[in-house]
């Protein structure tokens, strides 16, 4: 079942054309910009049959094809690779999350005389023997219940605009899940009125806007030439929470389900939420050296996470530069393979 807007493309001949090959050809920025060029339709730009058919295609023989279309496809499935390994280590740190800091499970496991399994004897012990009731209910001995308003708060620093030339400007849609979606600069001049806001490592960057789309990052890089928009929260932890801990809690899905209820409860034009409107969720907190047990034994996921994803970018980039090389002999086909490997 196809969409009224899809066009399905059918092969009269696969003996003369690799259909990998086309698929990639047509997803090249020369077929983009052609695309773009050709888009009829005043108030919605799209293809039709008609005019996708006069497009002249560029078909070297078909031995040239399946090389090509076999080069780009592993790029392609390394891209997979790494993706479904980060979708992995994610899990894995999420489960970890949980088991800790939601069912207390080293506890449990103490006051039931075993160790806590998958942890070491130094860890364990960090852990206390027993529940004790709460208002969150039952929590370790020793933890703490803190609002969000008593482990961070909403720094809102103007960055001074007047000292340079051009900064990265981020804007709510230019961050998803953890990514920074460019690193581009602008001239200060004629930036929006929005941008506004410093920000520095470990800061934690959440959009006020829409928070079930996700919009949120964790500064690990050095941004003193970076701005952002004023409806990015830029949340910073204080003593009592590790910044890496305090951001998988925001970005917990439990969380975000939580926000956005809150931003659905709020009169506007869109949901949207305020540090002053979440500043009192509860939250459990362990003692800061079990939080710094925790991250120590997730970072190296988060790190092997962030190799992968950059991974995938170069992987994306030399995918897409590399069709048009080849087609104009700019790279031999014979030294494809050592550039991908």
Known sequence: MFSGFTIRFRLFDESKVNPLYLYYLLRSSKYREIFVRITTGSVISNLTQATLTKIPVELPNKGIQDYVAKILNELDRKNELNTLTNQTLEQMAQAIFKSWFVDFYPVKA???GEQPEGMDATTASLFPEKLVESELGLIPDGWEVNQLSDICKNHSQSYNLKSVDKVVFVNTGDVQEGDFLHKNYSPVVGLPGQAKKAIKEDDILYSEIRPKNKRFAYVNFDVSDYVVSTKFMVIQANEKVHPRLLYMILTRQNTIDEFNIIADSRSGTFPQITFKAISNLDFCMAPREIQ????AEVM?????QRSLKTENK????LRDTLLPKL???EIELGKCEDIVN
């Open 292 to 295: 710094d047990a925790f991250v």
């Open 110 to 112: 103490k006051m039931n």
């Open 327 to 329: 087609l104009s002999g």
């Open 300 to 304: 190296p996921m988060i790190k092997l």
């Open 314 to 317: 170069q992987l994306a980039e």
